[in-house]
């Protein structure tokens, strides 16, 4: 039990450390943050693994939100590229990338395939009912927004005062405006921001457990469809002018990365602006991971196997 | 006749003044500000002219893009040299054989707390096996390693530094308030692009946040020492250097060690927040488990990471306390178990079991210790007899690490020249995520739980939160500041109550009042509830050692959890918004305020007991007439850390739908504009000095008005 243990030890790690260093690194490395949603993962995976195999790069895999510390990572050269950048809600990119009107330090690599859209959704057992969980139909003629007021008694929460309640766009800066866009279209509810995706989701599965009716903002592609039977409501259609009076704009969702990969990595950047993942190839995957539980892993494996003759074709 | 009338009168009235002084004033003022909100009416709306002309956060974006590339190079370095170190260190843990890490993890824990504090660290690191996040929790040690390091050596240096120096301590002081008050979300992203993606900004943020309790308490430790010894020692000639190296940094020790075991604790709280800047580790595992809403996933993680602090904490505390604990004799029979278990016989021989394994394994390791020492001995004195002899005596004395060397160079032989050594087998891995999960699910969708979480709800909503929210919007921004400013006066001083303006201004300038209100709303009722339930049950575990020895356990778990873990049940169960702010934030913020009570009651002298037994007084008389008033400071202490605690908690709680200035710390970070989360959270500092400083200036007050200070 002697008091100097701990400086003598570290000192004998530290020497064993040395002998053991990891001496080769090779020069085809990139790095890259798995996005925070499974969607966004399946994505990056499926290009992350065509790189890898077809290409012989080795990626470096990242944990981080999604949002402006991936762009400021870009920008800084900690990150090689990105995967599936959604426009709608990625303010901070029109800051950098040249073709949304920002100064070139991110370069825009190509569009994924998918291609998003957002909107207004309730549980199908509100217009339906379920009989087998013995949920009566709260909003039988519920349809687009139009519809809304007269439901209003059976939305209403807490916190929205007597009113119908929108479980809103959780995140301030996506720029959603959903009170205003509620205000504008007539419609007498209150927007909840739930603060984060995280509460959001799981409010939403909370009350879908419960069988309570609610109305909630949602996008697709997007996995709590798979695990939910969700009905979107019709909004007026998409028109800048009279945003936020509207829907959503369709999102081309795409890669983006260091300008650095145009010039050293030009294969690399090959494959990504060919690649053309579709919402239809993405949304099995989804399911098997998310309402399956399988391993996301495997799921992009087993998919990359059965389709080469889809991938081969984004090859340069 | 009238003459006895006119006199009992006043004398009522003066009775109450003199004895219930606070009281009537406090509802007074309580009265007048409900006559003022109702004639107001509406939120209160800040002068529109300053908010235009103030523009602090713009002003802040732009000086952050200038100077970021002056900067970026350097400390870009400093990344490059951090990242160095942690590989190495991670390197070794994972790709070394892992039973050879266990043994080195587990070795200090036997070497400075015995064989109880060896026995938890056999169990953390094993936990990390069985749950299979052996990789992940080697990545998380290095982190902590290497920013403890970092944190440690600036730290013990500027709190010299500052011992010596009046001036210096002035200033760093404000600093340091500021460095534990800031919400590290606010320089998370700066430390994230300053000094890497991944590790390097996650160490720098951690150093940053950890470093305040080291340089405090070695400051505080190097001062208390008595004057007269450091005259003692010019006496004898020391110089002002020798004096402060040889006499009053050993003497400061002890709060040294303390200030570092204190700051590890700081360091793993923010393991889950790194994950935010891409870092590696346990808190990925918390925030995956978090994005996909699998509470048993993030469970698991929090548990590795409890464990791992538990063992850092008791480890380095037991450091402090080596002298104490002394070289590990024990004479009696190890106690696993409570004393009240001994009765029972399979305790009582597992018990016996393991301190005779314990002993023979001690006998074991000196023997072996004892035969290297004379190996090596007679070796080195065939060329110099006298270094041998003080060699062997040096050796003798570290019997514990030689014998730890030997092992851990055997263990490295075995590994090198036998296969002996597997991977740890799949078959003892266990992972409780479906069951809890399943749990989950069942809370959720049960009906009489729903029932029970709707009514707390609706009754913390209407009750307290919505009436607290409208009177504080409603009331004049003028008024409340005129409030706090006499408040600070009056217990304080000009100083404070400058302060005070000050930061109210800054406040209502930025364009923050009406979330300020919020988060103030929140943290009041948040504090409100933590004493309703806090103080008795400190008061309980006061009285009672079983009680204790249950909520103690528990109490370490809510401070050491990652908050993140129990975001996620308390929205499924409470739905987010400013109850499940206000829900978790209790959660967070309890511990502190139970602690003190405890330790209030359990202060006061012995005596009161047998003299107030002695008047007649009953348990509960004594308690309420005596006990509780008498410990009143020390409540006072620990309602202080809630509000620091609760208003720390203030940056999370808007990812549960919180409405303060910490979603305002949030936007920012989402629009990766540094001046709107630095703006808002210079709000929830300046908030939290005021606080901090109002109750300590009125605790102080109170100290001695009971003759106490």
């Known amino acids: 039990m002697t008091v100097r243990f701990k400086p003598a030890l570290a000192a004998v790690v530290l020497a064993l450390g040395l002998g053991s260093l990891s001496q080769a690194q090779a020069a085809k490395r990139l790095t890259a943050p798995d996005p925070d949603w499974t969607g966004g993962l399946v994505t990056c995976l499926v290009a992350q693994k065509i790189i890898e195999e077809e290409l012989g790069y080795r990626t470096k895999r990242i944990t ?7 762009f400021e990572g870009v920008r800084n050269g900690d990150l090689d590229f990105a995967c599936e950048s959604w426009p709608s809600y990625n303010p901070a990119g029109n800051k950098y990338i040249t073709e949304f009107g920002g100064d070139g330090s991110v370069a825009y690599l190509g569009p994924t395939g998918i291609v998003g859209a957002s909107g207004y959704y309730v549980p199908r057992y509100v217009i339906e009912g379920d009989a087998a969980r013995g949920i009566p139909a709260s909003a039988p003629n519920l349809k687009s927004y139009k519809d809304l007021n007269q439901y209003g008694h059976m939305f209403k929460s807490l916190e929205s005062g007597g009113k119908g309640n929108l479980i809103g766009c959780p995140v301030a800066a996506w720029l959603c405006d959903d009170q205003k866009r509620l205000d504008m279209l007539g419609v007498d509810y209150h927007a909840q921001s739930m603060g984060s995706e995280t509460a959001h989701w799981a409010e939403i599965q909370a009350k879908y457990k419960r069988g309570e009716p609610f109305v909630a903002y949602a996008w697709e592609p997007h996995w709590i469809h798979a695990a939910l039977d969700l009905v979107s409501i019709e909004l007026p259609a998409y028109d800048e002018s009279k945003w936020p009076a509207t829907t959503w704009d369709r999102d081309v969702t795409h890669f983006h990365g260091s300008p650095k990969m145009l010039d050293e990595h030009p294969d690399v950047v090959h494959v990504l602006q060919k690649m ?20 996301i892993e495997e799921v992009v494996d087993d998919w990359l196997a059965a389709n080469e003759s889809v991938w081969r074709k984004w090859l340069p | 006749m009238s003459a006895v009338v006119d006199e009992r009168e006043p004398s009522w009235l003066h009775n109450l003044w003199i004895e219930h002084r606070g009281w009537v004033v406090a509802g007074g003022l309580l009265l007048v500000s409900l006559v003022i909100w109702a004639l107001h009416g509406g939120q209160t709306v800040f002068p529109q002219m300053l908010v235009e002309n103030f523009p602090f956060a713009e002003k802040t974006d732009e000086f952050d893009a200038w100077v970021r590339p002056y900067v970026q190079p350097w400390t870009r ?18 790709f070394t054989q892992w039973q050879i890490v266990f043994v080195i993890l587990v070795l200090p824990a036997f070497a400075y707390g015995g064989l109880r504090l060896g026995l938890l660290a056999i169990v953390a690191v094993s936990s990390w096996l069985v749950l299979d996040f052996w990789d992940e929790s080697m990545e998380t040690l290095s982190l902590m390693s290497i920013s403890i ?69 070695t400051n505080l430790g190097i001062r208390q020492v008595p004057a007269g010894i450091d005259e003692a020692a010019t006496s004898f000639g020391a110089t002002r250097v020798q004096s402060l190296l040889k006499v009053k940094i050993p003497l400061a020790m002890p709060s040294i060690k303390l200030g570092i075991n204190q700051t590890v604790m700081m360091a793993l709280g923010l393991v889950v927040l790194a994950t935010f800047i891409g870092s590696p580790g346990l808190g990925d595992i918390v925030y995956t488990g978090l994005q996909r809403l699998n509470v048993g996933k993030a469970l698991e993680g929090g548990l590795a990471i409890v464990l791992m602090a538990i063992v850092l904490d008791r480890v380095t505390y037991a450091m402090g306390h080596v002298e104490q604990s002394g070289s590990g004799k024990h004479d009696h029979v190890f106690r696993l178990f409570p004393q009240s278990l001994e009765n029972f016989k399979p305790v009582l021989y597992l018990e016996y079991g393991i301190d005779a394994a314990w002993r023979t394994i001690a006998a074991g390791g000196r023997f072996v210790a004892a035969m290297v020492t004379a190996a090596v001995a007679r070796t080195v004195a065939l060329i110099d007899s006298d270094f041998a002899a003080r060699l062997r005596e040096a050796m003798l004395a570290r019997s514990f690490l030689l014998a730890s060397l030997v092992l851990i160079l055997l263990l ?23 069951p809890v999960n399943q749990y989950m699910d069942e809370l959720v969708t049960s009906k009489v739980f729903y029932a029970i979480t709707t009514s707390i709800k609706e009754g913390l909503y209407f009750g307290l939160i919505n009436p607290l929210n409208q009177f504080l919007m409603g009331l004049p921004w003028w008024y409340l500041t005129a409030v706090l400013v006499a408040a600070a006066f009056l217990f304080s001083g000009r100083a404070l109550a400058i302060g005070t303006v000050v930061g109210l201004l800054f406040i209502g300038a930025a364009d923050l ?113 005596i006990k509780v008033p008498m410990a009143i400071p020390a409540i006072m202490v620990g309602v202080n ?35 709107i989360s630095l703006q808002a959270g210079i709000g929830i500092v300046l908030l939290a000095i005021i606080l901090d400083r109002l109750s300590q200036a009125w605790t102080a007050t109170q100290r001695r008005a009971m003759g106490l200070a």
Do not use: H
């Open chain 2, 513 to 625: 009042w009406l979330f300020g209100m919020k988060t103030l709303s929140t943290v009041i009722v948040s504090v409100l509830i933590c004493f309703i339930f806090g103080v008795p049950l400190g008061i309980l575990a006061a009285y009672n050692r079983t009680i204790e020895s249950f909520v103690k356990p528990v109490l370490d778990t809510m401070q050491t959890l990652p908050v993140f873990v129990y975001l996620v049940p308390v929205v499924m169960l409470f739905s987010a918004g400013q109850v499940s702010a206000v829900i978790a934030t209790v959660i967070y913020a309890l511990p502190p305020l139970v602690r003190c009570t405890t330790l209030g009651i359990r202060e006061l002298p012995e005596q009161i007991n047998e003299v107030t037994s002695s008047f007649g007084a009953s348990v509960l008389q004594t308690l309420a007439k």
């Open chain 2, 77 to 94: 370095m400093i990344g490059a040299g951090t990242v160095w170190l942690y590989e190495l260190l991670v390197d070794f843990l994972i």
């Open chain 2, 149 to 217: 390091l970092i944190a440690v050596v600036i730290g013990t240096l500027l709190g010299v530094m500052a011992s010596q120096n009046d001036r210096f301590e002035a200033f760093l002081k404000p600093v340091l308030d500021t460095m534990q008050t800031l919400p590290s979300f606010v320089y998370l992203i700066p430390a994230f692009y300053l000094f890497g993606i991944g590790p390097p900004g996650a160490i720098l943020a951690t150093v940053i946040y950890a470093l305040p309790p080291v340089i405090r308490l």
């Open chain 2, 412 to 434: 490295m032989l075995l590994d090198n020249y036998t296969d002996l050594f597997g991977k740890f087998p799949r078959d003892w891995e266990y992972r409780f995520r479906t």
């Open chain 1, 64 to 70: 981080m939100p999604s949002g402006p510390g991936v």
């Open chain 1, 276 to 295: 053309d993942l579709t919402n239809a190839m993405q949304a099995p995957m989804i399911y098997a991971v998310d309402v399956k539980k399988e391993d």
């Open chain 2, 641 to 675: 850390q809630a509000i620091m605690m609760a208003l720390a908690m203030e940056v999370v709680t808007p990812l549960i739908g919180g409405q303060g200035l910490g979603m305002q710390v949030f936007d920012g970070m989402n629009r990766a504009s540094i001046g």
